[in-house]
């Protein structure tokens, strides 16, 4: 039986590029595994992996029965809905420690930095194990993804490290004008379903019992949602009432201004007051120096809620 490695649920590229990376390694090490993702690939994943040739993975949504490894996440709620009924071997991942439990022991690397593809980097060269080409191109694309061109506050000199050697193994030696290509991919609205907008980069939280989502919509300039922003946030409300959550969130992120527009859904709004310091006016409010939802979003909410 093939084992499966997958990321979250609304799958980045990091998630995709990550789950194509271990998958190539393990594979290497003699195991019989295939990459998989929980959803369709986003625009920005789908250029990365035809810029260097590399095939899509599956979409996998069932996974009972099978053998897996995570990537990215060990979060339940981002998370397939029978991984309770999966065999997890393992998990790699660059996040705070979810709430996935096993049944026995699981190889396990979780490192606080800016993407997991840094992490599988270091796993190449831990266990003698050469990067392919291919391979190191997907990879140095998610980290820039996830560090936003090493602006984010999740960067560190690891992420940058790999980078640089990652870049030289595919050929790559303007990451700034790779990062802003691939920025402009993922800024891309025009025609765009608007759930399919804020489901892009989406992810769902329990936060001391209560359902909180947040999404993020990565811009080089916030004026390309001017003519959405309503249906954004008319979106978001809806999406609010159909999951029953407390909150319902959309970071719109400015990746040259350095900064974000927060929309808000929630039976309180007293709680972006006391995360963030700032209190929404019409649903907004706007949030200098913040792009990161892992380490300047989540962990901030989670203390408000707590």
């Not at 195991?31 to 810029?51: H, M, R, T, Y």
């Not at 071997?89 to 049944?103: E, S």
């Not at 004008?177 to 800024?187: C, D, N, R």
């Not at 007051?273 to 209190?279: R, S």
Request: aromatic share 6%; net charge negative; glycine share 8%.
């Amino acid at each position: 039986m093939t084992t499966l490695v997958f990321g979250h649920k609304n799958p980045d590229t990091d998630s995709v590029c990550a789950a194509i990376a271990l998958a190539d390694l393990k594979k290497k090490l003699g195991e019989d595994i295939a990459p998989a993702a929980q959803g369709e690939l986003n625009p920005e994943s789908k250029f990365v992996l035809d810029k260097f040739g590399v095939a899509a993975p599956a979409v996998v949504t069932s996974f009972a029965g099978k053998d897996v490894y995570l990537v990215d996440h060990s979060d339940l709620a981002q998370s397939p809905d029978d991984l309770k009924e999966a065999n997890i071997l393992g998990i790699v991942d660059h996040h705070k420690l979810g709430d996935v439990t096993t049944g026995q022991p699981l190889e396990c690397w979780i490192w606080p930095v800016g993407c997991t593809c840094t992490v599988i980097s270091r796993m190449y060269k831990y266990l003698g194990v050469e990067i392919p080409k291919d391979v190191a191109g997907i990879m140095l694309c998610a980290i820039l993804s996830d560090t936003v061109i090493f602006k984010s506050a999740t960067c560190t000199d690891e992420d940058k490290a790999v980078c640089a050697e990652l870049a030289e193994i595919c050929g790559e030696s303007d990451l700034e004008a790779l990062g802003i290509e691939m920025f402009k991919v993922k800024s891309a609205v025009e025609g765009t379903p608007i759930r399919e907008l804020v489901f892009r980069d989406y992810k769902d939280f329990n936060m001391s019992g209560k359902g909180v989502g947040v999404g993020q919509l990565e811009l080089v300039d916030l004026s390309i949602v001017d003519g959405i922003k309503a249906d954004l946030e008319k979106d978001i409300k809806a999406l609010k009432a159909e999951k029953g959550h407390h909150s319902v969130l959309l970071m719109l992120t400015d990746i040259m201004k350095e900064g974000t527009e927060l929309l808000v859904a929630s039976d309180d709004e007293s709680v972006i007051e006391k995360a963030f310091g700032v209190a929404p006016k019409d649903g907004k409010a706007w949030l200098p120096g913040i792009m990161s939802r892992k380490k300047q979003i989540v962990p901030d909410l989670e203390k408000a809620f707590s």
